[in-house]
């Protein structure tokens, strides 16, 4: 990292020269081969070798640009990025409408590969860290409850003593370069202080402990500034002795001295609280613009199987551009993506190249589109400048194809079919799921009831759904293909009085259609002659005659859809007493359905391989699945009424993640019922003349 002029050139900018008194600073990062390796497959550990064989190895694995093709370790991922970044200076009156801070970051293509293997190699790792995690929080139960008995004199002694130790301890110099319990030990003169100091780590809180450290470490910090003043006061008043007389308190510190000394100290021991009150004073209306640009990449999972066969999905990416500009009373977001694809990888044994099998992939079209058409677009904007008050959200999405392969569904299933014995670290994986869920409904709930008005503009062409009748990638197969269609949804500015009350959308879907095609590969071939012609001239003969056996199952739906929701800021007007909260209004305008036998037992047929035959519940309640690595099991009795009687059914009873699982006798396969516990208030009963009773108290919906 280094400081540059306009033309982003290593050089040393002097802002003392008038020169460059108005010149911003820049200042340019340049990352190049960070690699992460993970070697599953290694049979012996560097930490194993002698110095030199641990120094040649790790020297072997750095990528170097000379030779970016080694492949001497498998590199999960290896990154080169350039990051530029502009402060502006505020002395310049032309930079007033500039950003504060300019960031502007770009990335080389990422490539990702990560095998099976070193993914259950992360999971014991994650194990591992929650066993750690568990051991700390058992750690600060224990100093809670050994400090929990101690008085405010106890604390406040106990605080000083600390002090005491801390400082002793920072004024010892570890020229030994020792660290933990070694450097305790060499910095206190007898056993007893170092007992004393590691005692007092523990039994203090953090807040006293953060307290306390801040205040040694700033004090030690004024010790030293001061002797630095003093030592500079002495020298000048040494080399004016010849020119008058010298004067014996030149070299104490005066008021003024003292007083930006702490003003010194005050700003470097500055509270996260404090620094966030000033930038949030910044006079600056544009307070950061930043740009983003990845060149793409992908993101490859494979695994071997019995056969010695590599079997992967692989998910590419192409300019994943991204945009940020934040001011005091306004935001834009934007974020776009060339192109983007899915397909499955097979490598046989013995093979050097790789079998590619499309899933998702970009649509073609006539007239091709222009090389600077996204993908993805998506913007956000937060009361914009040039336009209404409100919240402005677009998104532009093109065309894919997407050919349905269960085999891709299953290689993905038994990629991360990983074991682990560690019931908490699934559960806290099921937690985190949750509470993005709990999130992204907030977000909602927040959206919905804000004041301000959002304005929506959202066009979707509709993707195609290819589900061939033979899952054996033989394109001469019989196919449905699904046209989802165009969907556009968009939001009504206000024109009358009574829209001011409301947020209305508008939703339209256009285009959808269910085809029948003799064969895959005839589908394939039509859609290839459109795009590149815009008619069928690049067909066959043969072809041609297979249009004839073309036929829709839905040739064409149309559906309007018109909502509108009262804006919160308006509900308590006087006029909006007799208006309704929300409307909805749904036209189907155009629908024609084909059925005949043949298409019905064409659907039976697809219907087969599309529905399985174990349910999602049956797979995740079967007892076997609950019992794996679980001890929480054991006798229940439930409290019921029957009959008009209250009455106790004993259950077998499994308690896993937040859900508590009944069956009716320890030998069936599937719960009679199950009951989700988390977030309910459990309490002890008492009060029945039962032992060890407990009462569930589920929250309200």
């Known amino acids: 990292m280094h400081t540059c002029n306009e033309k982003w050139e290593k050089e040393y900018i002097d802002r003392t020269n008038k020169k460059y008194m108005l010149q911003p600073m820049r200042k340019l990062l340049s990352l190049k081969n960070f690699g992460i390796y993970w070697n599953s497959p290694a049979e012996k550990l560097y930490a194993e070798l002698n110095h030199e064989k641990i120094k040649s190895a790790l020297s072997g694995m750095i990528l170097r640009d000379k030779n970016k093709a080694q492949n001497k370790t498998q590199y999960i991922v290896a ?113 007893q202080e170092a007992d004393r100091f590691s005692q007092l780590l523990m039994t203090l809180n953090d807040d006293s402990l953060s307290e306390m450290i801040k205040t040694v470490l700033k004090d030690l910090e004024r010790e030293k500034q ?54 949030s004073e910044l006079e600056s209306k544009k307070l950061l613009s930043l740009k983003f640009f990845l060149e793409g990449g992908n993101f490859y999972f494979s695994d071997v199987t019995a056969q010695k066969n590599e079997e992967g999905i ?184 009574d829209d001011l009350f409301y947020d209305r959308l508008e939703i339209g879907l256009r285009n959808f259609r269910i085809r029948y095609y003799p064969s895959q590969n005839l589908y394939l071939k039509m859609e290839r002659s459109l795009a590149e012609t ?67 037992s064409d659907l039976l047929k697809t219907g087969e391989f599309l529905l399985p035959k174990e349910s999602v519940e049956f797979v995740e309640n079967e007892k076997q699945k609950l019992l794996q690595g679980n001890q929480k099991i054991g006798l229940v009795s439930v409290r019921e009424r029957r009959l008009g009687e209250t009455v106790w059914t004993r259950y077998f009873c499994i308690l896993k993640g937040g859900y508590m699982y009944f069956f009716s006798h320890q030998s069936d396969q599937l719960p009679a019922f199950n009951l989700y516990i988390k977030n309910s208030t459990i309490t002890v009963d008492n009060t029945l003349d039962r032992n060890y009773c407990f009462q569930v108290i589920f929250l309200p919906l």
């Not at 070193?118 to 750690?139: A, G, M, P, S, W």
């Not at 010298?246 to 470097?268: C, F, H």
């Not at 749904?586 to 298409?599: A, G, Q, R």
């Open 226 to 279: 001061t002797k630095q003043l003093v030592e500079k006061k002495e020298k000048r008043g040494w080399f004016s002795w010849g020119s008058k007389k010298a004067d014996p308190d030149s070299s104490q510190l005066d008021e003024s001295d003292l007083e930006n000394l702490e003003k010194y100290l005050e700003q470097a021991f500055v509270g996260k609280e404090e620094s966030n009150s000033k930038i």
């Open 534 to 600: 815009g008619d069928l001239s690049l067909l066959s003969m043969t072809d041609r005659d297979g249009i004839a056996d073309i036929f829709y199952l839905l040739e064409e739906l149309t559906v309007d859809v018109e909502f509108q929701k009262m804006l919160v800021s308006m509900e308590k007007h006087e006029k909006a007493k007799a208006k309704p909260r929300s409307h909805l209004k749904i036209t189907i305008s155009k629908i024609k359905f084909n059925l005949t036998p043949k298409v019905y």
């Open 314 to 497: 692989n998910l590419f990416y192409q300019e994943l551009r991204a945009g940020v500009e934040i001011s005091t009373n306004s935001q834009n977001i934007n974020l776009s993506l060339k192109d983007y694809g899915l397909s499955m990888k097979t490598k046989y044994s013995g093979s050097r190249t790789y079998i590619d099998i499309p899933i998702i992939r970009r649509m073609k079209h006539w007239p091709p589109l222009e090389s600077s058409q996204r993908m993805v677009s998506i913007s956000y904007e937060l009361n914009p400048p040039e336009k209404d008050e409100g919240r402005y959200i677009s998104l532009d999405s093109q065309s894919i194809e997407v050919t349905f392969r269960p085999a891709a569904i299953q290689r993905l299933q038994s990629f991360f079919n990983v074991s682990t014995d560690d019931e908490s670290l699934k559960s806290q994986a099921w937690e985190q799921i949750e509470k993005v869920q709990d999130n992204v409904t907030a977000v909602a709930i927040e959206a919905a009831s804000s004041q301000i008005r959002t304005y929506i503009d959202m066009k979707l062409e509709g993707p195609v759904i290819i589900i061939p009748f033979l899952q054996n990638n033989d394109l001469e197969s019989e196919c449905w293909v699904l046209n989802l269609g165009d969907l556009n949804v968009t939001t009504k500015k206000p024109v009358t009085e």
């Open 79 to 191: 990154i080169s990025a350039l990051c530029k970044l502009v402060q502006k200076n505020k002395k310049d009156p032309a930079t007033l409408d500039d950003a504060e801070f300019d960031i502007s970051m770009s990335l080389a293509p990422i490539d990702v590969h990560l095998k099976k293997p070193q993914l259950q190699d992360v999971i014991h790792l994650l194990e591992f860290l929650n066993d750690y995690t568990r051991f700390k929080i058992q750690c600060q139960k224990t100093r809670k409850i050994s400090i929990a008995h101690l008085s405010e004199e106890d604390l406040k002694r106990n605080c000083e003593e600390f002090k005491s130790l801390f400082t002793k301890f920072r004024r010892f110099e570890n020229r030994d370069g020792l660290t933990g319990e070694a450097k305790i030990k060499a910095a206190f003169t007898n056993k």
